[in-house]
Structures are given as C-alpha cells and as structure tokens.
C-alpha cells in the first residue's frame, strides 16, 4: 500500500507539472497571435518594404570569335524617401521647384499635376516615391540630381537610385532574330526582363544569373543599405556566328531584296562538318524600299513553305537509292507540257517547245519539271507509300529540334489520308504540297554535301562562366547514312552538272566549284496558285570538290524577274565567293612568317584598364607598367614593357573613342547622351563627329569598325 501510495503522488506530481507547462505554452501561443501581433506586422512590413532585389548582370551573346551580339548596359529609376528628416525640412519651400523640374524634363504630365502627385505620397509618408516616369539613361541620372531637394544628397535629399540593366546590340541588326528579345511583361512582369525568343530565350537559364538580396536601414535618420545575398552574374554565350560572315550574308541579301522588291529573304551560311551555322540573315520589308528584322523567316512558321525544284534531289535520291533508276535512264520530257490525272505539269521553259527526251542527269540539271514527275510516277504509281516512306526515312517529315522556339513544322501529305489526291505523288515529286522551313531543306543538302551524314544545326558553341567553360555543345548527327554511298556520289555529281551546265551555271567562277540546285515555286494562297507570286531560292555548298560551307537562300515574292537562278543564285554567289576568299586570307595570315618580338605582344585597343590587365595576366604578360589613375586607358609596347597612358573622358564635349573596342565606345557614347549607330566590325577607326566639338544631347554620331 506504501509504495501504490508512492507512485501515485509521483504520478500526480508529474501531471501538474505538465499541466503548467501546457497553460504555459498556451499563453505565449496566443500572446504570439494577439498581443504581440502589430509588432511581428511592423517587422514583416519593414522588411517587405526595405527588402530591395538586386539584379544580376545579364550574360553575353557573343560571336565566334568573342565579339559581343548582345549585352547589357545600366539605366537607372529615382525615387525619393518623403518622410527623411532631410527632406521634410524642405518640402515646403522646394517641393514646387521639384514638381516643375520634372515636367521640364519628361513632358508627360503638368507641373501642377506632378505637385500633386507629390503632395499625396507626403501626406502618406511615402519612403520610396518613384519620380521618373520611365528608365532613364546615365546623362539624365546626372541631370536629375541637380534638381530640387534631390541635390541634397542620398541621405539629407532622400535621393533613391535603382539600376536596371538595358539590353543593347552592339551590331545594329544584325542577326537580331537569331539573337532574340527580352519580354517584361512575359509570367505576369514580375521576374524583370525575361529572354522571350531566339537565343536569348532558349539560354534564358545560363544567361540570367541570379539576384541578390539587400536591404535598406535607417539608422539615425540615414538610409544605409546592406548586401545580403550577393548577385550572381549570367554566363555568357559563344554561338557559332561569324560577324564577317553575318555581315556578308546580311549585305548580299539586303541589295537583292531592295533590287527585286521582294517580301522577304533568307539566307543561311553552315559548316558542312559540324552543322554550325555561321551566318543566318532574315530581312522583311518594314516599308517602301526599307528592310529590317522582323521575323525568322529561315526557321519559323512564316517560312514553312512549298519549297519546288530544290525538292527535286530528295526525290530523285529517294528512288536511286532503293534501285528503281539511274541517272543515265531517259525519259521523255515531250514538249514541256504534260497532262497526268485531269492536272497539266509544265516545264518552266515550255515555251520554247520542250527538251524531248533526257536522261534523268539532264533532267536535274534543266530542272524539268515534267521529268521528275514522270520518273517518280513511274517507279512509285502503284506504291506511292513507298515513295512517302523514303522521304520519312531521311527524316523530312521531323522538325530539327533546335534549342530556339517557334520552329515551323514540315507537312507531307501520305496516301490514305483525306487530302490525297490522284496527282499529289506528282505534285509532290518537285516539291509541291508539301512545306519545309529553309534551315530544314538546307539540313538536307548539307548532308549530302558531308557524304551522307546528316547533322544538327548549331548556333551555339560554349557557355562560359567567369570566362571558363561550362559546356561545350558538341556536333550532333540525326541520321549516320541518310542514303548508300553509291547514291551519295551519284547526287553530288547531280549538283555539281546544275552549276556546269544547267540552270545554275550563272553562279560559275574562275577559283572554285559551286554544286546546287536552283529552285522557283508558285505561292500558294487561298488554295490557289495566282499568277506572279513566287518563291526563288538555290541551295548547295562549295567548294564542291571539298565542302566546306552548305548554303540556302530564299527570296518571297520578288516582283519582276522570279527565277531561283536569277534572284536567289546572285546572292548565293556573292556570299559564297566572299567566304571563300576570307577563308584564303586566313590561310595565308596563318601561313605567313610573323616577325618573333611582334608576335608576342597582341594589338591593344583603348579600353577600362581592368579589362586589359586581366587579358594581359592572363596571356602570361605581366610585365605591365601602371602608373595612371583612370579607368580607361591606352596601351604600348615599349621595349618588351607595357605602358598604360591614361585615356581622358570628356562627357561636356564628344568624346574620342578611336581605337576602342565597340562595346566600350558605344558605353561612353550613350553615358554622354549620343545615340551610336555602327557600321563594320572591329575596333572603332572613324567617328562622325570630331572628338573634342560641342553636340546636343540625343544627336547620332556614327562610327566606323575595322
């Protein structure tokens, strides 16, 4: 009974206490939820508001060679702290003088009209008031801290300054598609600009970074602000563009659009081997004689057409392949005019009375639409899935799968289904209902320019980090063997005979062989083919001994002449003999005996003194001599030492900037309220307006790179 007795007083011991301990709990529960409750609002509420994101810089877009496509320049917000002890003791007396300034500046609302936005947000204290109306440049940032109140200071005029990166393209438009947008608005605008289309959307991951984390204290009336997280910087993105090349291509294509008033053009530069692409121009008709652009026309939707004759190799290929006829087979192509299942075919030269009868190699090289239909008709009539599934087989119907969005998708018709006609296995043998996107016809050729094997297209090269590399992105092959061998040589020398002796022989030189295909199809609209609306295109490589480049260019609706041998061949031709001719400059540069002393120190181009010692470091020449206090500088090599010279900056007077590198120019230029326009590539030789003379503010200047 003694030790019962026992444990029940331990027991209920026990149970007191922990009935304490819950009314305990219970209280700091509810004075957690209620009594304390306005002072956890007070901190939430102060570190919503003093929480400030701190954007990371945005990795760039550079070329091949590390020139910059796309990069990132500030542009700044103001707002002010109305309830700073600073400004409070000022608001009456300059508050109207600040109002006026304003209007002054961005003319979008009335002096009257900012005094009373202003008097409201002081009414309710507010500690972040946003002034400018929109983002405003470096200059204007000067300006603004010349106003009213705000020329206090940070601290005693409340001044708030938030920096927002600006996207800018160094090179104009060029490859401005490809390179892509950024979008605001895109997930509800609350991430910043977000990459939206081209490569800027496609590496939005690697090219964003990650933001930082401050936040804003007042301590003893001072606003101080204390990095929490820091940002990390974007990595950079080397695709495999050319600028040469792109310039090239873009040059090329820009003079035969504005010669044939065409709607549109596309032109495509890849390296056989590895499927990068080292020039891609799309240019659209923004106006009357005036192109820019507007729309990827080589890889969209917009661009998924019939594309005609260059549609011709697939279908001859299809049936040399599986044995059912050879390019010394003869057919007879008549007089150009052929009627099949209630549907007449012509040959685009029918006028003149037809060629009669041709071997299948003639036929390719005349382009001889009747002679294609009657050699696929006549080896697939009975079959006509076997012919479709050919061209399945070298994966036409697919899209290539780029990292880029918005790729158009290819359409074949197949036998069975509701829109096979009678006449389709026809239509279809010289590339009619059927649509492909310039980049996947080119993907097509370049394949059997690089002896079968089928590759995917490229634009990206590395991803750098730090100037390191992350990732490589490797060639990848799609199909190892798209047809045998046999037929592999068998198309090559069809293509070769097109620039010999055939509709393409225009595009023939004295230093190197062209092979391809000319190409010329009626546009279809509204399900019927008009008169005088036309696709001219040529597509190929060269030099056709050893491919090196593969090519397409196609040309929408050019008014006048029409043929893809007269509009689209000229093109090709221009691009492809200029290449080839960089490609003998940098073989013989190569090649060339280079004095020894000189060929140690590279040429230095003016720029921020950081930049040029970390590229110095690290081409191990660090016998540098830095005796100046300025941000950017010049070098020389004197002697076998390095010598700074400091570069002096004048932001009253135009600035001289011969011998910088684009982007460092075009940074000052834009910091001094210039607008920049730049031809060429390289580093800046000539600028419009001489360094040192007086300008207004806004006022183009435009400089040449070499």
């Given at each position: ?64 060679d590390g020139n910059i496509l796309a990069t990132s320049v500030p542009g700044y917000f103001v707002r002010i702290d109305l309830a700073a002890e600073g400004v409070v003791q000022v608001y009456e007396k300059l508050s109207d ?69 600006k996207r800018i393209a160094p090179l104009g438009i060029l490859a401005s598609r490809t390179i892509g947008t950024l979008n605001k608005g895109i997930y509800g605008g609350v991430h910043g600009n977000i990459g939206y289309t ?509």
């Open positions: 009974m003694e030790i019962r007795r026992v444990i029940i007083t331990r027991l209920a011991v026990i149970y007191f206490i922990m009935f304490i301990f819950g009314i305990v709990v219970v209280f700091k529960l509810a004075a957690v939820q209620n009594i304390k409750t306005g002072k956890w609002k007070q901190i939430a509420e102060n570190l919503s508001k003093n929480t400030v994101i701190v954007e990371a810089n945005r990795g760039n877009i550079c070329a091949d003088s600040l109002a006026f300034r304003l209007s002054e500046m961005f003319k979008d609302k009335s002096k009257a009209e900012y005094k009373r936005r202003l008097d409201a947000a002081y009414k309710r204290k507010n500690r972040g008031f946003l002034l400018t109306p929109r983002k405003i440049d470096y200059l204007e940032l000067r300006e603004i801290k010349k106003f009213p109140i705000l020329n206090r200071g940070k601290n005693r005029g409340g001044r708030i300054i938030e920096q927002e990166n081209g490569i800027e959307g496609a590496y939005e991951t690697y090219l964003k970074g990650k933001e930082g984390i401050s936040y804003k204290q007042n301590l003893s009336g001072r606003w101080v602000t204390r990095t929490e997280i820091e940002p990390q910087d974007g990595m950079d993105i080397i695709t495999t563009l050319n600028i040469k090349m792109q310039d090239i291509a873009e040059t090329a294509l820009l003079r035969q659009l504005e010669k044939s008033r065409a709607e549109w053009g596309t032109a495509i530069l890849m390296e056989v081997k590895t499927g990068k692409i080292k020039a891609i121009a799309n240019l659209g008709k923004v106006g009357e004689g005036l192109y820019g652009e507007i729309y990827n026309y080589a890889i969209g939707h917009a661009g998924c057409y019939e594309p005609g004759s260059t549609f011709k190799l697939m279908s001859l290929m299809a049936a040399m392949d599986q044995g059912l006829v050879d390019t010394s087979d003869v057919f007879d192509t008549g007089n150009g005019v052929w009627k099949y299942k209630g549907q007449t075919i012509y040959d685009s030269d029918y006028k003149y009375g037809g060629h009669g009868k041709l071997t299948l190699k003639e036929i390719f090289e005349k382009s001889s639409n009747v002679g294609v239909a009657k050699i696929i008709t006549h080896c697939y009539e009975k079959q006509p899935k076997d012919y479709v599934d050919r061209l399945y087989g070298f994966g036409l119907n697919k899209p290539l799968g780029l990292e880029i969005k918005g790729e158009g998708i290819p359409y074949f018709k197949y036998p069975g289904d509701r829109d096979w006609w009678g006449t389709s296995l026809a239509w279809m043998s010289y590339g009619y209902e059927i649509k492909m996107t310039p980049l996947q016809i080119l993907t097509f050729y370049n394949a059997v320019a690089n002896n079968g094997k089928m590759v995917k297209p490229l634009l990206v090269d590395e991803i750098l980090d730090g100037g390191q590399v992350v990732k490589k992105i490797n060639p990848e092959v799609i199909n190892p063997m798209i047809v045998s061998r046999e037929t592999i040589g068998k198309a090559q020398k069809l293509l070769a005979g097109v620039c010999e002796s055939g509709t393409g022989k225009s595009l023939k030189n004295p230093f190197f062989k062209i092979a391809g295909k000319t190409g010329t199809a009626q546009i279809s609209a509204n399900g019927e083919y008009p008169k005088g609306l036309y696709l001219a295109s040529f597509a190929g490589y060269f030099p056709a001994d050893n491919p090196v480049y593969s090519m397409i260019v196609t040309m929408n609706r050019p008014k006048g002449v029409y043929y893809g041998s007269s509009v689209a061949g000229p093109v090709f031709k221009e691009i492809a003999e200029k290449v080839y001719a960089l490609q003998i400059q940098a073989t013989e540069y190569a090649e060339s005996d280079q004095d020894t002393e000189n060929s140690k120190t590279p040429v230095i181009k003016k720029g921020q003194r950081s930049d040029i010692k970390k590229v110095l470091t690290s081409l191990g020449m660090g016998n540098v001599e830095d005796n100046v206090n300025s941000d950017f500088v010049s070098a020389a090599n004197l002697k076998g030492k390095i010598e700074f010279k400091e570069e002096k900056i004048s932001m009253d007077k135009i600035p001289d900037v011969t011998g910088m590198g684009v982007s460092n120019a075009i940074y000052i230029l834009e910091r001094a309220g210039l607008r920049v326009k730049v031809n060429g590539i390289g580093k800046v030789t000539k600028q419009s307006l001489t360094p040192g003379s007086k300008f207004h503010k806004g006022q183009r200047i435009y400089l040449t790179l070499s």
